[in-house]
Structure formats: structure tokens, C-alpha cells
């Protein structure tokens, strides 16, 4: 048994070091779909009222199964077009890093919509920040270095804006909430799908 889990490690290290190139290609559409959605999302709340904290937390959790959806499409997608299994070794590695931060903030969301008063608004946002960024930095002993400190900007950008919601405590409000979320989830995610697309652009054409 321990000769296979053995065999099997190797196996994932060698297709994710010889395929890295083309798992950050990858990475470059999923990020700009998502920064869209979540940058989209961010502007919602300028015309609809969503101000309480059980309407926030509905209201992500609903936009994070959309973005997730939109993601397995797109990863869906190119694995056909790459001829592979959609659940191959390394993309079922990639998701059991992902899996218990996920669950933690899927938990702590359908917890604010059971008990509206379990947490403000914006404390939700910057708890999900957190999280989101431990799955990055989990996943990205998976996946190209970048995600790893993409992770960290997610985790020390959330703990900072907790840090500084006790000198400024509207933070913790929905509307900084949704601030918050655009922010990281849509505009973060824009930028570094951006960065992706182009630095992938011009080494593919060096």
C-alpha cells in the first residue's frame, strides 16, 4: 500500500511539474470569468438592497455557486479540448486541497443565513477572504507558485481589514462587506487573470 500512495505522489509530481506551463494557461480564463462575476456582483448592491446580514450571505453564497459552476465549465472545457479525463490525478489532488476550506466557508455562510446575528456582514466578507486565501495557498503546492502567493494576498489582505475594523468599525457593515468581496473576488481575481493572459502571451511568443 505504501509503495502505491508512493508511486502515486510521484506519479501527480511529474504531470503537474511537466504540465505547469499549461495549467497556468488554464488558470487565466478561470480567473478573468470569476474576477468578472465577482467584480459584476460587487456592483449589484449600488441598485438592489441588500443590506442585512442574512441577505449578504445569500446573496455570495448564490454568486459563489454560479462562479464555481462557471469555473468546472471552463476546466470541463479544456479538458476536452486537451483529450484528458476531466478528473484526472492532479485535478482531483488540486480539489482535496480545496475541499476543506471550501466546506469551512460554505458552513459558515449557511450558519449567517440560519442566525442572522451569528456575524456582521463585513466580519462574513473578511472571514471568507481568509479562507479563500488558505485553499489558494493549499492548492498551490499543486499548481505554479504564483497561486501560493496569491493565497498569501487574500490571507494577510483579510487579516489586515480585520485588524483595522476595530478603529474603523463600519467595515464590519454590509455595505464594506460588499466592498470587500468586489474587491477581492472580482477585481483581485481580474488583475491576476490579466497577468496570467499576458506573461503566458509573451513567453509562448519569446
Excluded at 456582514?121 to 501560493?148: D, E, N, Q, S, T
Excluded at 502567493?149 to 468599525?169: E, K, R, T
Aim: proline share 3%.
Amino acid at each position: 500500500m505504501e509503495n502505491n500512495w508512493a508511486a502515486e505522489n510521484l506519479q501527480v509530481i511529474r504531470t503537474l511539474m511537466e504540465r505547469s506551463a499549461l495549467y497556468r494557461r488554464a488558470l487565466a480564463p478561470i480567473m478573468l470569468v470569476s474576477g468578472a462575476i465577482g467584480t459584476g456582483a460587487g456592483f449589484v448592491p449600488c441598485f438592489v438592497r441588500i443590506d442585512s446580514n442574512r441577505a449578504f450571505a445569500v446573496f455570495w453564497l448564490a454568486i459563489s455557486v454560479v462562479t464555481l459552476a462557471a469555473a468546472l465549465l471552463l476546466v470541463r472545457r479544456q479538458s476536452l479540448k486537451a483529450a484528458e479525463p476531466f478528473l484526472s490525478l492532479p485535478t482531483k489532488r488540486v480539489l482535496q486541497a480545496l475541499l476543506p476550506a471550501f466546506v469551512v466557508g460554505y458552513a459558515a455562510g449557511l450558519f449567517n443565513v440560519l442566525n442572522e446575528h451569528l456575524w456582521r456582514a463585513g466580519l462574513l466578507a473578511m472571514f471568507w477572504v481568509i479562507v479563500y486565501g488558505c485553499a489558494l495557498h493549499a492548492a498551490g503546492f499543486f499548481m505554479p507558485r504564483g497561486m501560493k502567493l496569491f493565497g498569501w494576498l487574500f490571507v494577510i489582505g483579510g487579516c489586515a481589514i480585520v485588524f483595522a475594523s476595530q478603529s474603523w468599525p463600519e467595515l464590519r457593515a454590509a455595505e464594506a462587506g460588499h466592498y470587500i468581496m468586489g474587491g477581492f473576488f472580482g477585481v483581485a481575481h481580474l488583475a491576476y487573470g490579466v497577468y496570467l493572459y499576458f506573461t503566458e502571451k509573451r513567453s509562448a511568443s519569446a
